[in-house]
């Protein structure tokens, strides 16, 4: 924390001092137009003058103030009428254009006295000045000076106000008279007076004009009428040389056309044959150039001949020297993968042998255990088929007719069933007559199966001395009571009757 402390300590100046650079940068940045002077003062004992270009204000150290630097449009009207150097009283209306002096000296006198000012108060401010000055121009001129004579009127207004002006810091630029009246309308007296002479003199000038005019015309008459004569004469005299220079003319040029015509026809026939020599030349030539031609072809096409050959049997023996080296290359390779073959061929039969020894081996080991186990099996089903049948043997020692009963019992249904087992294959049954008491035949043959089975107890009863008869009648009343059957299960069970065993 303390070094925190120490470190914005150290740092504060130059914080300080940033914002110190930002707010004099964002709100003392200032720029001045052409038009306009900013005076900077405060921390100097001369102010800066900024004038169209920028700079910088210290804020709350420095003060900016404006001074308007543009031309300014000053009305000088009199109020009343002032009376003029020959007593006549005349109103005068003008303008003057005036500015702030470029001088130092005297752009310091416009800032104590035009400081912030718009250019209208500018312009109020100077109006007393310039209006006085001209009333006293006015006093020292007479009505037809400053009526006639209005420039020179003006500079000796500007002049006289320069003087005042220097005091204030500004320069008169201009000064125009716009009007001058006069209180009794004497200026328009005047100015009749002086449309009078101007007419005057304009009649006299006229006819003087006229007169000249006349004069000058009739001398330009006879000038054109002498020139005319003259330019006609000349004319003749031109035509006629004119036609006896053509005469002369077309006779040279006659005599020069039949010497032209018969250099031409002798220039004709020499040209002709020189024309003639140089065809026969010319075709000579052509024929020699036409045989040099079909030499130079003849020999440009041997030479592609012997070229081709050449390249042809370049190309057939550099075919033959590589389909030697690919064959050899290919019976190489072929050697090579067929090596490769019967190593991988021999490789493979070995692991095939191994891998067949190995299995002969596992099938002898497995039939040698299946042929254990087999012996084992056999031995042990024979031992238990023996341990089964002496069991049984000694079962069927102890069995007693009812055992044999109830295992008969037992078996009962299942006889039954393949008795019937017959009945429930056949499909259809077409019986034709039937008994005398009625009967269709159907119970004739649903009765086989009672029959079928009490026949079949009668067999056992005879084989093994067993009535199964008596013993479904086991469990009656009758049996129980009257002939004291009782059937327990094996190997118990007995039979007995009303007689006693």
Do not use: W
């Not at 004319?235 to 039949?258: F, G, M, V, W």
């Not at 017959?422 to 004739?444: H, R």
């Amino acid at each position: 924390m303390l070094k925190m402390e120490m470190l914005i300590f150290q740092l504060l100046p130059i914080i300080l001092i940033g914002l110190a650079v930002i707010l004099i940068l964002t709100q003392g940045y200032v720029k001045a137009p052409p038009d306009h002077a900013f005076i900077i003062s405060g921390l100097r004992k001369e102010p800066r003058v900024l004038i169209g270009r920028a700079g910088l204000k210290i804020p709350f150290f420095e003060q900016m103030d404006k001074l308007y630097l543009g031309q300014i449009t000053v009305d000088i009207k009199t109020d009343e009428y002032i009376p003029t150097n020959d007593f006549i009283n005349v109103m005068v209306d003008a303008v003057a254009k005036v500015r702030v002096a470029d001088e130092p000296s005297q752009m310091k006198l416009a800032m104590r006295n035009f400081l912030n000012k718009e250019p209208d108060k500018i312009a109020s401010d100077l109006q007393d000045s310039l209006q006085g000055n001209m009333r006293e121009i006015i006093g020292t001129l007479t009505l037809r000076a400053i009526n006639t004579d209005r420039d020179s009127f003006s500079d000796q207004v500007m002049e006289k106000a320069s003087k005042d002006m220097e005091k204030l810091g500004i320069d008169i630029l201009s000064c125009n008279i716009q009007n001058v009246t006069d209180e009794h309308g004497l200026i328009q007296d005047l100015g009749m007076d002086n449309t009078s002479k101007i007419r005057k003199d304009a009649s006299i000038a006229k006819a003087e004009a006229e007169r000249d005019i006349a004069i000058a015309q009739a001398a330009a008459d006879k000038a054109s009428n002498d020139a005319r004569v003259l330019a006609q004469t000349e004319i003749a005299q031109k035509n006629n040389e004119l036609a006896i220079k053509k005469a002369e003319l077309q006779k040279a040029s006659d005599t020069k056309k039949a010497e032209a015509d018969a250099a031409y026809e002798i220039q004709k026939q020499e040209q002709q044959k020189t024309i003639q020599t140089a065809t026969v030349n010319a075709q000579i030539a052509k024929a020699e150039r036409q045989a040099e031609l079909r030499k130079q072809e003849v020999a440009v096409q041997q030479q592609a001949l012997e070229a081709e050959i050449n390249k042809k049997a370049d190309a057939d023996r550099y075919a033959i020297e590589q389909a030697a080296a690919a064959d050899l290359t290919r019976r190489q390779r072929e050697a090579e993968a067929k090596k490769y073959e019967q190593e991988m061929e021999a490789q493979a039969k070995k692991a095939q042998a191994e891998a067949h020894k190995f299995a002969m081996i596992q099938e002898a080991e497995g039939i040698r255990a299946k042929g254990e186990a087999e012996a084992a099996a056999i031995q042990a089903k024979a031992i238990a088929e023996a341990e089964g049948m002496e069991k049984k043997a000694q079962a069927y020692q102890k069995y007693n007719k009812a055992a044999m009963a109830e295992m008969m019992i037992q078996v009962l249904p299942e006889i039954a069933g393949k008795i019937a087992e017959p009945l429930s294959q056949i499909d259809k049954i077409t019986i034709i007559g039937g008994g005398s008491d009625g009967d269709n035949g159907v119970g004739a043959v649903a009765g086989n199966v009672p029959v079928v089975m009490a026949k079949l107890f009668e067999s056992v009863r005879e084989a093994t001395g067993v009535d199964l008869a008596e013993i479904m009648k086991a469990d009656t009343y009758d049996a129980k009571v009257t002939r004291n059957v009782n059937l327990t299960g094996a190997p118990d069970i007995t039979l007995g009757t009303s007689q006693e065993m």
